[in-house]
């Protein structure tokens, strides 16, 4: 009888040690949410004439309109792909300024050559999407192994998704300037001091809209 008992728990050791082991493999499992922000790329490429390294006569007033219609804003990266257009980049430079924008170095590999006497403007767009949101495949029930459900981190992360500014830094975050400013670190906490309490000023007289 004792052996029988012995053999029984061995065997109960090893099945709680495979399906430990098999946990690993589950990434809704661990702590970290398996809806998270995914980062997709789009570059648009504008091919303007510059002859002699200078934008043509109303290249610039296409490239304007272009802009506008890629709705360019903050999150966009502008490029200037031409080895022997200073001027042109310039130019460039000074459109994307209209925007609140600046010319990038370098620039990212695009189909096809930069056509003799021409600058290629490229517009590198990234946006944020947490895929398979909302996620209700899992039903309404208890786990006994422990994992997260379905939708578990949509919505924060949708959240996040759309409400940074630049994708990009999702992937690569914001490398520091080395410069700090003290003063604006605490103006959010001496603006709060300074503020007296809501409660010192009393109740205030509401009445409905419309009452007398």
């Given amino acids: 009888m004792r052996s029988k008992l012995l053999l029984i728990a061995a065997g109960t050791v090893l099945a709680g040690c495979q399906n430990m ?3 690993h493999d589950v990434p809704s499992a661990g702590l970290s949410a398996v809806n998270v922000p995914v980062v997709t790329s789009a570059d648009y490429v504008f091919d303007a004439a510059a002859p002699g390294g200078a934008l043509a006569p109303g290249e610039g007033q ?9 709705g360019l804003a903050y999150g966009d990266t502008i490029y200037v792909d031409s080895a022997y257009a200073p001027t042109a980049r310039d130019q460039v430079a000074a459109i994307a300024a ?4 600046m010319v990038a170095a370098g620039a990212p590999v695009t189909a096809g050559m930069v056509p003799p006497g021409s ?9 944020a999407v947490v895929p398979n949101c909302p996620n209700w495949s899992d039903r309404s029930a208890p786990d006994w192994d422990n994992k997260a459900t ?13 409400m940074v500014a ?12 080395g410069v700090g400013d003290p003063m604006t670190g605490a103006k959010a906490v001496n603006f709060y ?19 007398n």
């Fill in 119 to 127: 600058a290629r403007v490229i517009v590198a767009r990234r946006r």
């Fill in 166 to 177: 630049n994708p990009e830094d999702l992937v690569n975050g914001r490398e520091g300037t």
């Fill in 62 to 70: 296409r490239l304007d309109g272009w802009f506008q219609g890629l």
């Fill in 21 to 23: 082991h098999d946990m």
């Fill in 150 to 162: 379905s939708g578990f981190g949509c919505s924060v992360n949708a959240n996040l998704a759309a």
């Fill in 193 to 211: 001091r300074s503020q007296a309490p809501s409660g010192t000023k009393g109740l205030a007289d509401v009445s409905p809209k419309g009452g």
């Fill in 98 to 101: 209209r925007y609140g924008m």
